[in-house]
């Protein structure tokens, strides 16, 4: 089983930055996709951020150009630079890893516990 946990959640002023890591226990590269989710209660989980396994990254509508998603296989972890934060970021956000197998009906998917974020205004 892989382990995924986040860290670097905390409340911060509008206008502010946090930077999030997800450090995963098993070896991350090419071969799998790291993801950053996030969910307000009563609401659905939502993609921010991912790096796919062919090193390509996706965002939000909503927070292009201010949530960056990075990697650093070598330290097993996974970074969400947020900036220019706003009182509608506030949600638990929650790292994703899926590692994938030759057949997709063998991918493995994991999630870590979540970490916090509050942007006050």
């Known amino acids: 089983q892989v382990q995924l946990v986040e860290s670097g959640g905390g409340l911060v002023q509008a206008g502010g930055s946090l930077t999030l890591s997800c450090q995963s226990s098993?070896?991350?590269?090419?071969?799998?996709?790291m993801s950053w989710y996030r969910q307000v209660p009563g609401n659905q989980r939502e993609l921010v951020a991912r790096?796919?396994?062919?090193?390509?990254?996706d965002y939000a509508d909503s927070v292009t150009g201010r949530f960056t998603i990075s990697r650093d296989n070598a330290k097993r972890t996974v970074y969400l630079q947020m900036n220019s934060l706003q009182p509608d970021d506030t949600a638990v956000y929650y790292c994703?890893?899926?590692?994938?197998?030759?057949?997709?009906?063998?991918?493995?998917?994991?999630w870590g516990q979540g970490t916090q974020v509050t942007v006050s205004s």
């Open positions: 098993a070896s991350i590269s090419s071969r799998n996709a």
């Open positions: 790096t796919t396994n062919s090193g390509s990254t």
């Open positions: 994703n890893g899926v590692w994938f197998a030759l057949s997709s009906k063998y991918d493995r998917q994991y």
